[in-house]
């Protein structure tokens, strides 16, 4: 197995989640994410807790958020959904649906490492492209899976967006507009230029560096104005907002208030974002 340091990050938010089911209230179910932690994911978790106690917490706002997306975009009429950039997520087989068809798409070592664990506990990997995203022709590959680029769709893109080089990202949000009709993508974003790093509170650039750290990865790619995807490329920013607001909707509103005013500030800066391709 060859999984690389993106790749890890996998098995980070797995270990995350496979911890829900010991807390009260549990924002979600995934009875499945515990097949995927270890001991250094494990470790990796705690030390984002250390560098910056809310880290976790919004890990488990952004699952329950993305849940939402998937559950009211496929009782509003969606009949396919990619979970891009997936990495363990289990939601093809929790939030399963008749009449909706879901697919996967990340690299070939970490769906391998899936398909084997899944494999090994009699479930089976729902149809996946492998490989590089920014590289392969992603509707295409789908296609040859059964994906059907005419059917409304929902794209998850969870804990992706900050990993990739940023000059990349428009041109391929362009590609699956040219190739998909009618799809929403729901993703998480940092809304600072990572590239620049020219943070207001200093404090704000050490708590991401340590987040970094701790994922043992870089983020170079954060999006301070959601107009580039509406100026740029043929999208409608239809939902926005930062994961700490969702509080209140979860039931964790009172925890999120007693937070340290300057941890309520950083949290300003980490995002979610739905995207409605123009036209669908
Ligand atoms: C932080 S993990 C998140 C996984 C999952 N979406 C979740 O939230 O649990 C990031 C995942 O995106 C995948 N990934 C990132 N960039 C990718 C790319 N360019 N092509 C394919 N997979 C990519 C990584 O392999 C990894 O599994």
């Known amino acids: 197995m060859d999984i690389n340091e993106v790749g890890f990050t996998a098995f980070v938010i797995a270990s995350i989640r496979a911890l829900e089911q010991d807390r009260s209230p549990a924002l979600f179910s995934d009875p499945h994410a515990a097949w995927f932690s270890n001991d250094r994911a494990l470790g990796a978790a705690r030390q984002l807790d250390q560098v910056f106690p809310p880290s976790t917490t919004m890990v488990r706002f952004r699952t329950r958020y993305f849940n939402r997306f998937l559950e009211r975009g496929m009782a509003e009429g969606a009949r396919q959904v990619v979970l891009l950039g997936g990495g363990f997520d289990m939601r093809a087989h929790h939030l399963a649906r008749p009449g909706v068809s879901f697919f996967e798409v990340d690299q070939r070592a970490v769906l391998e490492f899936k398909q084997a664990v899944l494999a090994e506990r009699g479930h089976r990997q729902p149809p996946s492209l492998y490989g590089n995203y920014l590289e392969v022709d ?30 990349l990202i428009l041109p391929f949000l362009n590609r699956l507009a040219g190739a998909i009709p009618s799809f929403r993508i729901a993703f998480d974003y940092f809304s600072v230029d990572l590239q620049k790093r020219e943070f207001e509170n200093p404090e704000d650039m050490r708590r991401l560096e340590g987040v970094e750290k701790a994922m043992g990865a870089s983020f170079p790619t954060g999006f301070p104005d959601l107009g580039i995807f509406e100026e740029h490329a043929p999208y409608r920013v239809a939902e926005s907002g930062t994961f700490a607001e969702l509080g209140v909707e979860f039931g964790l509103g009172e925890m999120v208030a007693a937070y340290p005013e300057d941890w309520r500030e950083t949290l300003k800066l980490y995002r979610y974002c739905v995207l409605e391709r123009r036209g669908a």
């Open 138 to 167: 992603v509707p295409h590959g789908l296609a040859k899976v059964g994906f059907d680029p005419e059917a409304p769709t929902l794209i998850v893109w969870e804990g992706n967006t900050m990993y990739l080089p940023p000059e």
